[in-house]
């Protein structure tokens, strides 16, 4: 039976790097999954931020246990840290775990877009370039909410295109680790400050040069390393002044 509640929670975006169950229902414990893991990919749960049960089932409108099932998911993917004595919290970066994530990154993305590009047709890149420029438009709105979501999909859709699952599936934990980062820099340094090289990796799409749009995957994720380790050390900093 669906509920009005199960509804609510249909509504929430999935995005294509997952294999959409079209021909049944998705159960609610994947929806719950699914709709917390996009709070996280988009700032809506803060670093540090301390996580309930009761607090995520009076939010989401559904019961305990698919919620216990999707914080148990997601600490094991380490988008949440248990910190004991029941406590579940939003991990805060370090520089040197920064550091880490950006080396991983570097080594399976630009690698996912090689693949891709290989594999996608004129569509693919016009709805890579749709995505952009909602993107963009979220940007100029200084749309927070908007930017974080628009950023993951066209990453998480360029890297579907590859047919690589295993890669796809590490991509997707490390972005669950950055996400909530990502989400203080723009409330730091505000969407105009956010650079991006889709427009290169676009370009280097249509002209079937992976090495290109390699290229420009890697600086895209260097230039969101610049701006959280800028984000992070100025926290830093404020801890001793």
């Known amino acids: 039976m669906t509920t009005a509640k199960t509804r609510d929670l249909q509504k929430a975006p999935i995005f294509c790097e997952e294999r959409q ?24 749960m803060a670093p540090g931020q301390a996580v309930t049960i009761q607090g995520l089932v009076t939010e989401l409108g559904t019961g305990i246990t698919p919620v216990r099932e999707a914080l148990r998911r997601l600490t ?39 693949q891709a590009t290989q594999h996608m047709n004129a ?31 066209f990453h998480s859709s360029l890297y579907a295109l590859s047919r690589s699952d295993i890669l796809i599936s590490i991509a997707n934990t490390l972005w669950l680790r950055v996400g909530p980062s990502l989400r203080v820099v723009c409330g730091q340094f505000g969407t105009f ?8 990796a676009l370009t280097a799409m249509r002209a079937k040069d992976t090495a290109a749009v390699a290229q420009a995957i890697g600086e895209d994720i260097d230039q969101g390393y610049t701006q959280i380790k800028a984000s992070l050390s100025g926290a830093l900093q404020d801890q001793f002044h």
């Open 21 to 44: 169950m079209t021909d049944r229902k998705i159960p609610t414990h994947e929806l719950v999954y699914r709709r917390i893991r996009e709070m996280i990919l988009y700032g809506e």
């Open 76 to 114: 094991a993917e380490g988008a949440l840290e248990f910190k004991g004595n029941r406590r579940i919290s939003v991990p805060e970066l370090t520089l040197e775990q920064l550091d880490e994530l950006t080396f991983a990154r570097k080594a399976v993305e630009p690698r996912l877009a090689m």
């Open 123 to 153: 569509r693919d890149i016009d709805r890579l370039a749709e995505i952009d420029r909602l993107l963009n438009v979220a940007i100029a709105q200084g749309d927070v909410r908007g930017y974080l979501e628009q950023n993951f999909r």
């Open 193 to 200: 400050n956010l650079p991006d090289k889709h427009q290169e």
